[in-house]
């Protein structure tokens, strides 16, 4: 008789085998009602399913991340039954959970319109109304590919083809009248998914992603185990749409992107105001945290990225040039390599290190064009990248100056809920097990002084050393990653580093990689969203305009411009022959924090009369005081 060890600990014994249906019964009517599915040893199923041994047995609600995903799940799929009742002759192909939500590819001649997304909502309402049951089946290779091209499901039938011949093949049946191939588990009926669900777009999309195949039609939708946490998600949508920051960086005149180049950020005028001064900021940070900045050249000999593993283990992602002497040049996708040239120059003692290099290097990667994301993704980008060469001993110490320092960083520049995440060794990856033993336990030190909320991400490490990547979250509520610390055990020794150590002889010094903002295009794109272009004043691209009321005020105007660039304040003046009203609604447009308006009046009283962004009221102020104010605004963060 099979025992049932529950999570909390407790076991209970049963004379025969037993459903995830009878067992949540037997357990209490609350859980009975709110049971999703089920976890036994370590495997989700079905609650039909059937506990026939002793067995750790976990019940799964909607409270739990995988009981959102299978209801996620299950809502893709009574909404491909909805497609195809509504529009006969459609073909399903594939319907997985993503993140907040889920898609299904259809193959359909016709395209979806916006109104028929209304209908398949309102389709999708009437069949979890109806409460229909599920049922699953254990189908045969063959009969399933004969089935599925009987009833003109060629995608189906492709797809159970390319599956592994000793893997089960398991079909779905939502009521009588549709059914999908499926792994599972699933919910067992449709009332279960609840009312919480939204479908959103529609896009294209190739068959299996290969632009050689058929394009389908790809419907995504959103679903959440309650009302309130779906109206939470689609107002953050909304939010998100309103601070895209390819359309911000228009409105504020900041960049753009060409076709001539794509994934190459065209910095205007204030957008690279920005990005220098955010490199401004970094570099007087780093150098009060005890770095040296370099640079290293953009273009490398292929034998070099060779010796280092990089040309094996991405040599598809590099841009590459033959020159007339048959050599093959990469411009570099990262800077380690040229780094540790740098570190090569002269006899390194064991007193030399920790060294700290850094540098603003700029990388190239062939990132596919469908995923290029304005900022966020890019195949042109700049790395704050440095590399730490320390002793075995020094790693936990440094990888936590390193942690404490990113940290530092992200409060300054407004954020403070961040989270880490650990990735180990990769199985694709160069070094020992020896080595890579030595690295994780010194990184997971570090990240367990540091105190700090973790996750952990089985064999998501570089290929070369464990790393750590810090997460943060933005006004809205989005995650972003973005800094890394890497620690490597691997690169110098491939790349002849060595210093003397204590005891005279020569050792292979540790390489710690470590990115604060990881690209300073995406940081700048994030800062951007999390803002909405209100950007603090220190880091503003335009912070002040001054606006005369009338021809006769300009000479003020220019004076007090005049005072104001001396002091190192991004200011403008404009003399146009414009209503000031047009004005403030252009420049708060452009996120501009100052409009400062001069009039009659204000020459007068030597005052100004300044409107702040995002707010209606006017504030009179001494020339002086605005200027003394603006000084103390324009500080670096650098405490």
């Known amino acids: 008789m099979p025992q049932i060890q529950l999570l909390d600990g407790k076991k209970i014994p049963f004379q025969k085998s037993i459903s995830g249906f009878e067992l949540t019964k037997k357990i209490s009517k609350s859980l009975e009602k709110s049971a999703l599915i089920m976890e036994v040893d370590g495997e989700l199923k079905d609650l039909s399913h059937e506990i026939v041994k002793d067995s750790k047995v976990r019940i799964i609600t909607s409270e739990d991340k995988e009981g ?82 009987k009833i003109g499901e060629k995608y189906k039938a492709e797809i159970i083809e390319s599956i592994p011949k000793n893997e089960e093949l398991s079909v779905y049946h939502h009521g009588d009248t549709w059914h999908d191939l499926c792994r599972g588990p699933h919910l067992a009926s449709s009332s279960k998914i609840g009312k919480a669900f939204k479908l959103t777009k529609v896009s294209g999309a190739y068959w299996r992603g290969d632009s050689n195949n058929e394009m389908l039609q790809r419907i995504y939708g959103t679903c959440w185990s309650s009302k309130k946490e779906l109206d939470n998600y689609l107002h953050r949508l909304e939010e998100a749409e309103k601070r895209d920051h390819r359309k911000l960086g228009k409105e504020m005149d900041l960049f753009h992107f060409r076709e001539e180049s794509p994934g190459s950020v065209f910095w205007h005028e204030k957008g690279w105001s920005l990005f220098q001064r955010l490199v401004e900021y970094m570099r007087m940070k780093q150098r009060l945290a005890g770095y040296k900045e370099i640079n290293t050249p953009e273009l490398l000999d292929k034998t070099l990225w060779e010796k280092s593993g990089h040309w094996e283990k991405f040599g598809e992602h590099m841009f590459t040039s033959e020159t007339p002497d048959e050599k093959t040049f990469a411009v570099k996708p990262m800077n380690c390599p040229g780094c540790v040239q740098i570190f090569n120059q002269g006899l390194k003692s064991y007193r030399d290190l920790p060294l700290k290099l850094s540098e603003f290097g700029k990388v190239h990667r062939y990132e596919p064009s469908g995923a290029l994301h304005g900022l966020l993704r890019v195949r042109a980008f700049t790395q704050d990248d440095a590399h730490i060469f320390c002793t075995e001993d020094q790693i936990t110490e440094e990888s936590l100056s390193v942690t404490n320092l990113i940290l530092q960083i992200y409060k300054d520049l407004g954020f403070k809920d961040v989270i880490l995440k650990y990735s180990d060794r990769p199985k694709k990856r160069v070094g020992n097990d020896d080595i890579w033993d030595k690295s994780e336990t010194a990184l997971l030190a570090a990240i367990k002084k540091s105190k700090l909320e973790y996750t952990i991400n089985k064999g998501e490490g570089a290929f070369y050393g464990p790393k750590i990547e810090f997460v943060l979250r933005d006004a809205i509520g989005r995650d972003w990653q973005c800094g890394t610390l890497q620690v490597d055990l691997n690169l110098p020794g491939r790349l002849g580093a060595s210093y003397v150590s204590k005891d005279g002889t020569k050792k292979v010094p540790v390489m710690l990689h470590r990115a604060l903002f990881g690209s300073l295009e995406r940081f700048i794109g994030i800062l951007i969203e999390n803002y909405a272009g209100k950007l603090p004043f220190w880091l503003s691209p335009a912070q002040a305009v001054v606006c005369p009321i009338a021809e006769e005020n300009n000479d003020y105007v220019k004076k007090l411009f005049k005072d104001l660039f001396k002091e190192g304040i991004k200011c403008e003046m404009d003399l146009r022959n414009e209503k000031i009203n047009y004005k403030v609604r252009e420049y708060s447009l452009a996120k501009v924090p100052f409009i400062i308006v001069c009039g009659k009046k204000e020459v007068a009283d030597n005052t100004v009369t300044v409107r702040r962004l995002g707010s209606d009221k006017q504030e009179i102020m001494k020339r002086e005081e605005l200027i003394k104010n603006m000084i103390d605004l324009n500080k670096l963060p650098l405490n």
Request: aromatic share 10%; net charge neutral.
């Open 68 to 149: 959102l995903e299978v209801i996620r799940h299950d809502a893709a799929h009574i909404m491909a039954m909805a497609v195809q009742e509504l529009y006969p002759g459609t073909q399903v192909t594939i319907g997985p959970v993503i993140e907040n939500g889920f898609f299904y590819d259809f193959a359909r001649k016709e395209p979806f319109t916006d109104n028929d997304l209304k209908k398949i909502e309102k389709k999708m309402s009437e069949i979890i109304d109806r409460d229909i049951k599920t049922r699953r089946e254990v189908w045969k290779r063959s009969e399933a590919i004969a089935h599925f091209k």
